[in-house]
């Protein structure tokens, strides 16, 4: 059982490869990406069901005891993160075919992509923190590449601020590993916590801020933001929608992992500002906008900032709770970005100027655009609303009045730009150019698009129907993370 | 950690900090390439005192391999990025003839005009 876990790894990079060998023949490689990332899925889902029926599954790599050795951990919460995260990179890689995102200018994007699941299985998956950034790096690499497919104008543009961004983030995580291992004598997530804990107080919040600091810039909080709106909206729809979804998400597991394994008796006030100007600095730039895509990357900014929230409260309720927000929130926001690339394929504009009236001509499409939006704006009785409550609910518990103040004004104008999307693109008449390309059936001359948007929204809504049994899993799940004496017993038995 | 191997990494942090403020890409990969080979020297550092190599066998004070190792990996990542990052600053200039990291194209235009987006969630 515990080979599965490196097979997740290396199931996608060696389609990557096979991919590159193919460079030719677009039909071999969508053959493999597909079969890949359907394998990729498959094992996240036997890890998923196998972890939580016997617990904590490691394997050490090399055959090495578990202290030196090199290891893979999947305890519920990353086994969790690891099959949506595989899931919805199986549903953009569709969506993505659908959309013809890997014809002859982009014949890499295959190959990227398989490295990018691969990264991202690799980085919630690593046991030691080297390797941590190590499947950072390949998924950033990856990302690197998918951003400027194209090699447009626009992308070099952006891509350029996102890969020095990211370049200087992984000098930091690296100098924060550094420092962990001089101070320390080990990279074992499994080892680090005791040792972490005899240091000194000075020097641990030296070295948290430097970790905080590094995945901090990898989710997008605040101040570290600025990046994320600037970049995403010009990469490729299906690329910006697991960008959107994932990438973000992978700093946040990386902050909750961090903050609850290694760095569990932390004051967290100011982590708590954070998550609070994060949200609303987040919910401000959305309004300013006037571009779907832009509005919606500031929205995943300020939907960060209630994760972090919940990292900041601190417990196991807390972390139970964000655990279940990154679950709503990864279905929730790809789908949004993947009816936007239906939006922008079909009327050639993600702006609002030059988009109006969708409803008319798709009824469907409205609504697929309004299921998630209702849902990351926190409306019942969708599952943003049981992510928002969860979150709430802990800071009401321990008091912490104004975040809770914050967490609801930012919902309700989240709310607010939400509707103005809706408003602008979907609602009205249509525009006069548009109607000529054909009165209805915007889904059906799409219909791998539609398809996986579909099932998509579904899954969102399943999240809602099925959040009974799905909490009662975040809540185990957030037991094995906060529960550090089970972690190491699991890795060095 | 000795005395110079401290400054060294100082000079190349701060000589590469200030290099990454430049607005020219050409200048940020010499920054990013001066402060990646600070950290890297920073966690050959984080070894602790230098000894003799760890082989099987030898007696006396060993150097801790764990370090060299991961630096080896640090610089190969490095120098992947780096390239990427090149291959990128030489497209920038056959498509604008410089390579200059320009401002994002929308945040210039909500600066400029503040008023002009005020109404657009009204149906047109």
Sequence with gaps: ?493 | MSFGQAILVAVLAGAGTYLVMHRTLTRIILGLAMLGNAVNLLILTSGGTPGEAPVIGRTGEFTDPVPQALVLTAIVIGFGVLSFLLSMAYRSWTIDGNDEVEDDIADRRLADEPDEVVDHGEPT
């Design chain 1, 1 to 493: 059982m515990n080979d599965l876990l490196p097979l997740a790894i290396v199931i996608p990079l060696a389609g990557a490869a096979v991919s590159l060998l193919a460079i030719r023949s677009r039909a071999t490689q969508r053959v493999v990406a597909i079969l890949c990332a359907v394998a990729t899925t498959a094992i996240a889902v036997t890890i998923v069901v196998h972890v939580d029926r016997n617990g904590t599954a490691t394997a050490a790599m090399g055959g090495w005891p578990g202290s030196i050795a090199i290891n893979l951990v999947a305890d519920r919460f990353s086994a969790l993160m690891l099959t949506v995260g595989s899931t919805m990179l199986l549903a953009v890689l569709l969506y993505a075919i659908g959309q013809r995102a890997d014809d002859e200018r982009s014949r890499w994007y295959h190959p990227a992509y398989l490295v990018l699941t691969a990264g991202v299985s690799g980085a919630f998956l690593a046991g030691d923190l080297f390797n941590l950034f190590v499947f950072f790096e390949v998924l950033l690499m990856a990302s690197y590449v998918l951003l400027t497919l194209e090699g447009t104008d626009g992308q070099i543009r952006s891509g350029t601020t996102y890969v020095v961004l990211n370049v200087v983030e992984s000098m930091v995580l690296v100098t924060g590993v550094a420092l962990i291992f001089a101070a320390t004598g080990t990279l074992n997530m499994a080892e680090l916590p005791e040792r972490l804990a005899a240091l000194p107080d000075g020097i641990r919040l030296g070295l948290n801020l430097l970790l905080l600091i590094a995945f901090g810039l990898k989710a997008a909080v605040f101040p570290l933001f600025s990046w994320l709106p600037d970049s995403y909206p010009a990469a490729p729809s299906p690329v910006s929608a697991v960008f959107a979804g994932l990438l973000t998400k992978i700093g946040v597991y990386a902050i909750v992992r961090t903050q609850t394994l290694l760095f569990p008796e932390t004051n967290r006030t100011l982590l708590l500002v954070v998550a609070g100007l994060t949200m609303a600095i987040g919910v401000f730039g959305a309004i300013a906008q006037s571009d779907m895509k832009r509005i919606l990357s500031f929205h995943i900014i300020s939907q960060i900032g209630y994760m972090v929230m919940g990292v900041a409260l601190g417990g196991v309720a807390a972390i139970s709770a964000t655990i279940f927000y990154m679950l709503h929130h990864i279905p929730v926001k790809t789908s949004l970005f993947l009816v936007e690339g239906i939006v922008e394929r079909d009327t050639g504009s993600s702006t609002l100027d030059k988009v109006s009236g969708l409803a008319r001509r798709s009824g469907w499409l409205a609504a697929l655009f309004l299921i998630p939006a209702l849902s990351l704006a926190g409306l019942p009785p969708f599952s943003g609303f049981l992510g928002k409550l969860g979150v709430v609910s802990v800071a009401l518990d321990q008091r912490s009045w104004w975040i809770v103040a914050v967490a609801l004004a930012v919902s309700l104008m989240t709310l607010v730009s939400m509707l103005k999307i809706f408003n602008g693109a979907f609602w009205g008449d249509p525009m006069p150019s548009q109607v000529t390309a054909g009165r209805t059936g915007v889904l059906r001359h799409h219909p791998l698009m539609s398809g996986v948007t579909v099932a998509v929204v579904t899954g969102t809504l399943a999240i809602a129907l099925f959040a009974g049994p799905l909490y009662r899993f975040c809540e185990r799940a957030a037991f094995d993370v906060t529960n550090t004496a089970s972690y190491t017993a699991a890795v060095i038995r």
